[in-house]
């Protein structure tokens, strides 16, 4: 088959969609189709000679911010319009395609759960209505509106619109409530994350967590809990140090540890106020999140939106056990209270802060809850992930292969 793939940018040298993608077409590649990728930018590309990438020109008004969006979306269809190809699979903030692979989730759904993080009504409108007037926001729903508005039958962006391939069943749901998706139209496989070819040997584990815990200033009886993540204020680090402030004093051996952006004034001041400066590691960047779970004893990660969160993923598979929001598509991996714990919302900070503590207190427990956590870790496997997207795709079967009957059947229902 030839098939296309569109995102405004690929590669392991801009984020984890955007690596998935390249290798989402090497899987395509090794089953036998003709795959061409549609991008804006690439980078830290390692392709097969046979997977074609076409950098699409947006012209003067691509060069406008607030129109980069909407420019690429109309240059990839014309592309895929044009090149005759049995399947188009979209990623991201596009319309002229089969199937949509919504790892960035449903925008509205966006919206709705970013404005949880204010807690004062009147900021909350106003964030709304900043969305609402915002060029590119409206740009976003235009795309949407391409997509999802009802065009032509039987084409991309027509009455049915894409096949969407949800990475949970929390953003499955907004693309039903939102779009008006049909459930037989859905499919939900959760986002995977590269695995070593060889787990780490205990002596290497050993030797990350002393390095790591060096470098956080942590003492051999200090209990860690992870929060690791670029936007502080989406992924929850506010309730998460007022959570932190409330065990910590009964707790002298808890310590957060923060990573990821290095923008940490404002939530230093909080934690400041709140009396937990000397209680907070505040590391930055890492370049091998390995290190950092490794060195740390949970995770705690209080998002206020993620569609599916790899650090979940990671974090499980270091053996972490994991406490989340129910705004967290990945929490739908856990257990609750088997290998972590999914709290309604994170303002929740006396249940938040209750979890934590009550891993902080229980080292059987939280042995436990690693064991657990580790115990699967081949589910998150990225391949895995890739080959259950394929099986998901209509009319394929999980090695890439096109099932004849399944795509006879779907003919006969258009």
Known sequence: MKIALTIEKVGSGFGGAENTVAMFARVMHDAGHAVTIFARKAGGLDLPAGVRVELLPLGPLGRVRWLRAVRFAQEAAKAVRAGGFDLTIGFNKTYAQDVLIAVAGAHPGTLEYNRARFRSPLRRELWSL??????????????????????????????????????????????????????????????????????????????????????????????????????????????????????????????????????????????????????????????????????????????????????????????????????????????????????????????????????????????????AAAADAERHDLKRRLRETLAALPGFDAAGDRDEASEESNRRAA
């Open 130 to 371: 900043g969305k609402r007037l915002n060029p590119t926001q409206i740009g976003y729903r235009w795309i949407d509106r391409q997509a999802f508005g009802g065009n032509r039958p039987g084409e991309p962006g027509g009455e049915a619109g894409p096949f969407v391939i949800a990475p949970s069943a929390m953003v499955a749901e907004h693309f039903q409530r939102f779009h008006g998706v049909p459930a037989d139209r859905i499919a939900v496989v959760p986002n995977g994350i590269r695995l070593p070819d060889q787990p780490p040997t205990p002596a290497e584990t050993a030797e990350r967590r002393a390095r790591f815990r060096q470098r956080a200033g942590l003492t051999e009886g200090d209990v860690a809990a992870l929060f690791i993540a670029w936007n502080y204020a989406l992924k929850g680090l506010e309730p998460l140090l007022e959570a932190f402030a409330k065990l910590a004093p009964s707790r002298p051996t808890a310590v957060l540890v923060v990573c990821g952006s290095p923008k940490t004034q404002r939530y230093e001041a909080l934690a400041e106020r709140l009396g937990i400066a000397d209680r907070v590691r505040w590391i930055g960047p890492v370049s091998d999140p390995r290190e950092a779970y490794a060195g740390c004893d949970l995770l705690a990660f209080p998002t206020f939106y993620d569609p599916g969160a790899l650090v979940v993923a990671e974090a499980q598979v270091a053996g972490l056990p994991v406490v989340t929001t129910k705004q967290n598509g990945a929490g739908e991996l856990l257990t609750e209270g088997v290998d972590g714990f999914v709290i309604d919302s994170p303002w929740a900070t006396a249940d938040l802060a209750d979890r934590i503590a009550r891993l902080i207190d229980d080292p059987a427990l939280r042995r436990r809850m690693s064991d």
